[in-house]
């Protein structure tokens, strides 16, 4: 085990190398320039270049972005944030702690709601509550999640006046209400269809008859048997999901005012802002390459059959 | 195996609670109370303006806070780098120049709570002109001083006109005082030091300003945002000298908290000299940029200001007597570029078939003015008249055709759309354009952009036969393609730098930076290069007036001015809000309504 989590992580850090090549080449390809205004003249954009390096050949930015990195630097913001560190923008300034708990509430609402939901639609397969889920269930996911956000924002917010407009950085817990739901609505509903198709498949497989034709109760049939097979595919799905999840939504931070980590890379692309767009995709990859390992250690934990390492390991 | 599994796991659930522990800033105290403002000899503060207090008006010893949300966050509060309207509004609250602007007793729309403003001595005392009107010497109040109590000086207006044109700094305003300062135009282009620019602290309390050559706007430019004074000791050496807890300030706020991506919070200076007659208890100025969000707040009572709203909803919030337009000293206009579109009449005849009026009323519904000319409707020349209208009601963009042909009615869009086609059918029968040519149009992402693409696009192809195709861009690589001139047309909006027609004319000026559609002509060059050297006057403005007039004749056209801005705003609760045509709105003398 412990020469298979060496092994990921030798992978990992090529993989991040890979990353960042990738992501270096491509944003360079792509035409525009941090410092382009209405009114930037080429004199100027020349100046603003020379101030930052980026009138360096590229694979000496390159060779720089990398070798900074090795030291834990992330780089200088050019344009959201002109002049800050941008390791100081992602932690200090709490975009990244704001993002990974509105992620973690929301996927938490996602599998404490999803799974149960699937579950009872699974087990009631063909009566009007499986009916009533299924309608439920495809609606939410697909329905925008831009769409839900404002509706609840203009419901609850604006008419009834009962949760604050402004979520900022939510400090109370009126403020988490709608971001959550909003941004936990899709994945909750995706779960729960998840959950009920692979649970009906668990159900009707032949230990399951086995353990009913010899009188075990219906709770825990489902509960000890059904429900932890059927889970693994939720938890195939969820790991990339959560890396996704916690790293922030461009629209939900947008809607409720959310100072998060998802709205700031989306506006780094846009404003060709390169160290932020470079930091922030190997911040993003380094999680979602973690979460990667941490579903395959799961993976174990719910299925002792499923081994990691092959025999040679 | 498994304590490996469980010790991973640890670690993975004490990273995120690690992460979730850095709790980021609540936010503002609404009830927090400022340091009280040292008390001066100043008068009494004035009196509100005659609107009724309103009946739930919170009690007297409530903290005035007033939350307004004019944008996002902005890219930098640094006066030497800002760029934008919003981060020139949060300097100007902060930072005060030679010259100021003064609420006058005037409001530009029909909005009681919001006043005009003139341009008046700021941090200046006094000041004299040589008599070749090219030196002026500033001298300064005895009663400035920044906001740790120390004097201003002039030297610290010497270090930030310097580092505002020292391209290390790279400002994106560096090019401000080009042609206008002695040496800034050559300091810019690296040929001379910075320390030659022609500025100089004669005393601490004496500043002389040397002029390359009269300059009729260069007071009007004293009250620019790019020029108030810092402190060299306070900026050099400190990349983060405009975070709170650094920022020295000699203006009437200065920010106390700034949440990144939430909200700046300003505070009263309490050594500013009119420190006793400032109004709001605390400015929080919100940073958003989703119009809905901006929108809703507005509406449940959580912000009294906003400016970025929904468009669709604009007659709603008048109706309800929410919004109110403001006229806004910018021009929303279309490059025509001249290398693809060669022939000046199918220019004109692009320029003459746009219905404006349509635009205005049914795409853009901000009470937009339909454009007559390239000047923005607000610019005065020297008898205080609107440039735009100056020489006749048809404008600019209609003399000289009209002169052309008399016979024309160019009052009328019939009218227009008559001539319109006739030029470009004499430009298409004698071969100096293919009909079958396709026209591409770009435009940055924005649907506003869209519909007005589409409708320009409809009345051409409508009015004239042209084929066009429009192609949408994200901002960065649009603004890309500007620069290489390979569009046919495209957008572009600009608001004036101050007021004088030059912040417009010279744009046109052949080698111009921002002539993307390769416009050349001599006569218009001459009289924007001797109208730069002139002094306001007739004269001058005759000159001013003859270029708009080249600009718009035989060989020209290449621009195709769509609108005047203006600009929308939401407020709900205040008074004796200040307001110049350039878009900054001041709440330091705001009171509750």
């Known amino acids: 085990m412990a020469g298979y989590i060496v092994k990921r992580i030798a992978v990992a850090i090529l993989t991040l190398l890979v990353i960042i090549c990738i992501t270096f080449l491509l944003m360079n390809a792509v035409p525009g320039s941090p410092f382009l205004t209405e009114k930037s003249t080429p004199e100027m954009i020349a100046r603003a270049n020379a101030k930052y390096g980026l009138d360096k050949p590229l694979y000496v930015q390159l060779f720089n972005y990398i070798k900074n990195y090795a030291r834990g630097d992330l780089g200088t913001s050019l344009k959201m944030q002109e002049g800050t560190s941008v390791s100081k923008i992602i932690f200090h300034q709490g975009k ?64 009834l006046q009962k949760l604050p407009t402004l979520s900022g950085s939510l400090p109370d817990f009126k403020s988490y209400v709608m971001p959550v739901i909003s941004l936990s609505f899709y994945y909750t509903c995706y779960v729960a269809k998840l959950t009920r198709t692979s649970m009906l498949d668990a159900i009707n497989q032949d230990y399951i008859r086995t353990a009913r034709a010899k009188g075990v109760k219906t709770r825990a049939l489902i509960l000890k048997h059904a429900l932890r097979n059927s889970l693994i595919p939720v938890i195939t799905y969820l790991g990339p999901v959560m890396a996704g999840i916690i790293t922030g939504s461009f629209v939900v931070e947008s809607t409720f005012s959310i100072p998060g980590l998802g709205k700031y890379f989306v506006q780094s692309v846009l404003s060709r802002d390169y160290p932020v767009i470079m930091a922030t995709t190997v911040v993003l990859s380094a999680l979602v390459i973690l979460m990667n390992l941490v579903v395959d250690i799961a993976y174990k934990i719910v299925d002792p059959r499923i081994t990691l390492t092959s025999k040679e390991d | 195996m498994k304590k490996t599994i469980a010790l991973l796991l640890a670690l993975c659930m004490l990273f995120a609670l690690a992460a979730c522990g850095q709790s980021a800033a609540p936010a503002p105290a609404a009830n927090d109370t400022p340091a009280a403002p040292a008390s001066n000899d100043a008068p009494a503060a004035p009196a509100a303006n005659d609107a009724p207090a309103s009946n739930d008006a919170p009690a007297a010893d409530e903290p005035f806070v007033i939350n307004a949300c004019i944008a996002s966050e902005p890219e930098t509060i640094d006066p030497g780098l800002i760029s934008s309207v919003d981060g020139s509004t949060y300097t100007q609250h902060q930072f ?131 020029l108030v004074p810092l402190r060299q000791d306070v900026v050099e050496g400190n990349d983060n000298w405009t975070d709170p807890a650094n920022i020295v300030v000699n203006g009437p706020y200065k920010v106390v908290e700034w949440v990144h991506d939430s909200y700046l919070r300003m505070e009263p200076n309490e050594y500013y000299y009119d420190a006793a007659n400032l109004g709001p208890d605390a400015i929080v100025w919100w940073l958003s940029d989703s119009e809905t969000a901006i929108l809703s707040a507005y509406q449940s009572g959580e912000y009294d200001f906003i400016e970025n709203f929904p468009t669709d909803l604009i007659a709603d919030l008048q109706a309800s007597g929410d919004c109110f337009i403001n006229p806004y000293v910018g021009t929303y206009y279309l490059y025509l570029n001249c290398s693809k579109i060669t022939d000046w009449r199918v220019r004109a005849a692009m320029v003459l078939s746009v219905d404006r009026d349509n635009i205005v009323e049914n795409v853009t519904q901000g009470g937009q003015v339909p454009a007559t000319g390239f000047v923005a409707s607000g610019i005065l020349d020297s008898t205080g008249t609107d440039f735009a209208f100056g020489v006749s009601e048809l404008g600019a963009l209609y003399n000289t055709l009209q002169k052309m042909y008399p016979d024309a009615d160019l009052s009328t869009y019939a009218g227009k759309c008559e ?175």
């Open chain 1, 96 to 159: 990244f702690a704001l993002s990974l708990k509105l992620g973690l509430y929301a996927l938490l609402l996602a599998v404490v709601i999803g799974i149960p939901l699937g579950c009872i639609a699974a087990y009631n397969r063909g009566k009007w509550i499986d009916g009533f889920l299924r309608v439920v269930t495809t609606v939410g996911v697909a329905v925008p999640t831009f769409v839900l956000a404002t509706l609840l924002l203009v419901t609850f917010a604006v008419k």
């Open chain 2, 96 to 226: 005060e120049n030679l010259m100021k602007y003064k609420m006058v007793a005037e409001n530009p729309a029909d909005d009681a709570n919001m006043q005009n403003t003139e341009v008046v001595l700021g941090q200046a005392a006094s000041y004299e002109v040589s008599d070749d009107l090219c030196v002026y010497t500033f001298t300064l109040r005895d009663d400035i001083f920044w906001s740790d109590g120390e004097p201003v000086k002039a030297g610290d207006f010497v270090y930030s006109w310097q580092r505002l044109v020292d391209p290390a700094t790279a400002s994106d305003y560096g090019y401000f005082l080009d042609n206008i300062v002695l040496n800034a135009a050559a300091i810019q282009a690296g040929e001379k030091d910075k320390s030659e620019l022609g500025i100089k602290a004669v005393d601490d309390k004496t500043l002389e300003i040397t002029l390359e050559a009269p300059c009729a706007y260069f007071l009007e430019m004293c009250a620019f945002a790019s």
């Open chain 2, 419 to 593: 001539l319109a086609k006739q030029l470009y059918d004499e430009a298409v029968a004698e071969g100096a354009w293919d009909s079958g040519t396709t026209v591409v149009y770009n435009f940055n992402t924005s649907e506003t952009h869209k519909a007005i693409a589409e409708a320009c696009g409809h009345d051409w192809q409508d009015v004239l036969g042209m084929n066009i195709t429009l192609e949408n861009q994200e901002w960065a690589t649009y603004t890309n393609g500007l620069s290489e001139h390979g569009f046919g047309v495209a957008r572009l909006g600009w608001i004036a730098d101050y007021n004088d027609p030059v912040t417009y004319l010279e744009l046109m000026v052949t080698g111009n930076s921002y002539n993307y559609g390769l416009y050349s002509d001599e006569s218009f060059d001459a009289d924007i290069t001797q109208a730069k050297a002139s002094l306001a006057g007739p004269e001058r403005d005759a000159l001013l007036y003859r270029a708009e007039e080249t600009l718009f004749g035989e060989g020209g056209f290449p621009v195709c001015p769509i609108y005047y801005y203006t600009n929308m705003y939401c407020m709900n609760g205040l008074t004796n809000v200040g307001y110049t045509g350039m878009g900054y709105f001041f709440f330091w003398y705001a009171q509750q309504a």
